[in-house]
């Protein structure tokens, strides 16, 4: 079936450090591929997306692209900040099934 | 745009009692919306999906008679825990999708604690 698999948590990290959170999927079709990002005590929000095979999503500094080819939808970001401490889901959207699948969620301190 | 909001915020009730979270889009219409779980340090749970004007499809191992489900109009959606127990205390996030959309919008969650 249909499942992703991400970085476990949690990943602490100094300020201003290069972060990079792993993420593969299996391929059964084309999903769409997400990041989501959960704040402390609140629900969770988009951070970005992309809908198909080279596109890159990017959003307040973070990126990920769309590789088919291993299947993979890596979070980055050059230079993390204490506010970009969170819990970071990764979910494959399947069309077919009309859901999102989540991720485990890593979660990420930035240490001042 | 695209603003899901869910009510209560937070709800503290007695075992036994049945306790409704209302979702809702707030500028669009949500065609599909979704309910998930979500246990502490954990990744959410999928409970069901809500299409507009029909019944919601559960997933496996929950009860649906458990956790009603209601989608009555294209902007709310409703969640009615029954007979409440302290296992169900939990963090219920809700979610909607647009017509044709892929991407499902977040609400900010309901944490119900059952004594």
């Known amino acids: 079936g249909n499942s992703v698999t991400q970085m476990e948590g949690p990943v602490t990290l100094s300020e201003e450090a290069f972060l990079t959170i792993n993420c593969t999927y299996t391929?059964?079709?084309?999903?769409?591929l997400f990041w989501y990002v959960q704040y402390p005590g609140e629900g969770l929000q988009l951070l970005l997306k992309a809908t198909k095979a080279d596109d890159k999503g990017s959003n307040k500094g973070f990126e990920a692209t769309y590789r088919k080819e291993t299947t993979s939808f890596h979070l980055e970001k050059g230079s993390v900040q204490v506010s970009d401490s969170a819990v970071y889901f990764c979910?494959?959207?399947?069309?077919?099934?009309?859901?999102?699948?989540f991720g485990s969620g890593t979660r990420l301190s930035i240490r001042p | 745009g695209a603003v899901v909001s869910q009510h209560p915020s937070r709800v503290i009730c007695k075992s036994g009692t049945s306790v409704k979270i209302e979702c809702r889009s707030l500028d669009f219409q949500a065609t599909t919306m979704f309910w998930y779980r979500q246990f502490p340090k954990q990744s959410l749970m999928l409970m069901a999906t809500s299409n507009e004007g029909s019944k919601a499809t559960y997933e496996q191992g929950v009860e649906k008679d458990k956790f009603l489900i209601n989608h009555a109009s294209l902007t709310l959606s409703t969640l009615t825990v029954t007979s409440a127990h302290p296992e169900d205390s939990s963090f219920y996030i809700c979610?909607?999708?647009?017509?044709?959309?892929?991407?499902?919008?977040f609400g900010p969650g309901t944490r119900l604690t059952v004594l």
């Open positions: 979610s909607a999708r647009l017509a044709g959309g892929d991407t499902q919008y």
């Open positions: 979910a494959p959207g399947y069309s077919s099934a009309s859901k999102i699948i």
């Open positions: 391929a059964t079709g084309y999903p769409s």
